[in-house]
């Protein structure tokens, strides 16, 4: 009897035990200012393999497919020389993004690759300090950072997911897409100076049976002209011309002059 009645009464209990409530819905912080950068593209990418990112608010890593390639314009290269404070790292909204190029690279844009929001969702991104990346700014200090950097006097851009039915490029790895978009460094073991003599480029980027590899910049003084050899171009004083916004400057480019004067 007395057994009866103890299973009764976890019957009871269990019954009127309330379900644990469902998780909060994901947000997307939009920033208050724009003073990160220029964005410049955002496309949508598919990666077969999957790629890990980091939520600093919740601490977790998680393995995603469907990713976002943002290109920028306008960082700081400086903040991010080689040096012992680690670098100042992105993050969309609380996904810290994985860089593919890198502002000290020296390229036209800083790309990086980070998860993608539900299609149409406009969400800030925005930098830690050096000293505020993954290891160290987690949780409360995570959040205490992004309502920082979000903010009317912080540094962030809004980027916005493009629409459902636009293109996605796919790519079977994190490694691949660095190769495509970044350029190969090296090849078979082969370093990418090797491999641009090999072929006989002297700089840019190469497209190539087994890929692309970056070749770097011309000499200073010098222009990479679109055949990648290095051209030294010519100057307004050089040709003896004064005026003339037209003007072939012997490597594919054409200078400006200014204007000629009304007679």
């Known amino acids: 009897m007395l057994r009866l009645c103890g299973l009764l009464l976890l019957g009871l209990t269990l019954a009127c035990t309330e379900p644990p409530p469902p998780p909060a819905p994901r947000t997307w912080p939009r920033s208050q200012n724009s003073g990160l950068g220029t964005v410049t593209s955002v496309e949508r990418v598919h990666i077969t393999r999957g790629f890990t990112v980091f939520r600093g608010d919740t601490q977790e890593e998680v393995t995603v497919h469907e990713g976002l390639l943002i290109k920028l314009q306008g960082l700081n290269w400086t903040e991010f020389m080689p040096r ?6 992105l993050v969309l909204g609380d996904s810290y993004v994985e860089m593919i190029v890198d502002p000290f690279s020296f390229r036209s844009s800083t790309v990086i690759l980070t998860e993608a929001p539900p299609p149409g969702t ?3 991104l925005w930098m830690t300090p050096p000293w505020e990346g993954p290891t160290l700014s987690r949780g409360a200090e995570f959040k205490k950072a992004q309502t920082r ?3 009317a006097k912080g540094r962030g851009v ?3 997911t493009p629409a459902a039915e636009a293109p996605v490029s796919s790519y079977l790895s994190l490694e691949v897409l660095r190769e495509k978009v970044g350029g190969r460094r090296s090849m078979n073991g082969v370093p990418a100076p090797e491999l641009c003599a090999h072929v006989q480029v002297a700089c840019g980027f190469k497209e190539t049976a087994h890929g692309r590899i970056d070749c770097g910049v011309c000499p200073q003084g010098q222009t990479c ?3 990648n ?3 030294t171009p010519a100057t307004c004083a050089s040709l003896g011309r004064s005026c003339g916004t037209v003007v072939p400057d012997g490597c ?3 200078l400006d002059c200014g204007a000629c004067p009304v007679r």
């Open 122 to 124: 406009e969400v800030g």
């Open 158 to 160: 809004n980027i916005r």
């Open 225 to 227: 002209t679109a055949d």
């Open 84 to 89: 012992a404070m680690p670098p100042p790292s």
């Open 252 to 254: 594919g480019f054409a």
């Open 149 to 151: 950097e979000l903010g």
């Open 229 to 231: 050899t290095c051209c």
